[in-house]
């Protein structure tokens, strides 16, 4: 069965790097892992998209095994304004099935 | 850039009644299209993917004479409801992929901002 995992909440401090694990255990073999942000009410935004080792942009880190049955997005200096549910989406189960984590509910203190 | 729309953001309506919601890719051409389905506090879930000229493919458990989708442009997509009943108040969020890579699954999804329906 095609999973798609996160933890499903992480608190942290303002100016902490903040890093949040997505298992997929059955991803499809050329298929890119991107992970986005959503805010209540908001539609889910583009965070950073991967497909082996580290990418980096303006905004996040994304690191991924070679194997690939996992991926982690690291937010380097998280402020207030990051709190946010994080998604990870992935093909799954030999690339048919289109696939939302769990979510990872990120809160962010003083 | 890669912006897209959708329209309403939010519509309440009473039971019985039938809801269209219209998902824009403003600045892109898209060729395929995803609709989701947020319950509160849960991930989304694929309903249906659509391409540009075809039948849309749905989702197991998703019933597609209920969600009607039509992808009649590169640019718009719509989903109608029809018969609404109070369980498909939720919120209804689409995506656009340009699909201009040649490897389609590589292609980012962009989201719309989501439309909130509610059924009396």
């Known amino acids: 069965l095609a999973k798609t995992t996160q933890p499903i909440s992480m608190d942290s401090y303002e100016g902490q790097e903040v890093n949040i694990t997505c298992s997929h255990n059955n991803i499809a073999t050329n298929d890119y892992i991107t992970w986005y942000q959503q805010f209540p009410s908001q539609g889910p935004r583009f965070i950073i998209q991967?497909?082996?080792t580290k990418v980096t942009n303006e905004v996040a880190s994304l690191f991924i095994p070679a194997d690939r049955k996992s991926s982690t997005l690291s937010l380097p200096r998280v402020s207030l304004s990051d709190t946010a549910v994080y998604y990870c989406?992935?093909?799954?189960?030999?690339?048919?099935?289109?696939?939302f984590g769990t979510g990872t509910q990120l809160k962010v203190e003083l | 850039g890669a912006v897209v729309s959708q329209h309403p953001s939010w519509v309440i309506c009473k039971s019985g009644t039938s809801v269209k919601i219209e998902c824009r890719s403003l600045d892109f051409q898209a060729t395929t299209m995803f609709w989701y389905r947020q319950f509160p506090k849960q991930s989304l879930m694929l309903m249906a993917t659509s391409n540009e000229g075809s039948k849309a493919t749905y989702e197991q458990g998703v019933e597609k004479d209920k969600f009607l989708i039509n992808h009649a442009s590169l640019t718009l997509s719509t989903l109608t409801v029809t018969s609404a009943h109070p369980e498909d108040s939720s919120f209804y969020i689409c995506s656009a992929r340009a699909g201009n890579s040649g490897l389609a699954n590589t292609d980012t999804q962009y989201f719309g901002p989501g439309t909130r329906l509610t059924v009396l």
């Open positions: 989406l992935a093909f799954t189960g030999g690339g048919n099935k289109l696939t």
């Open positions: 991967g497909y082996k």
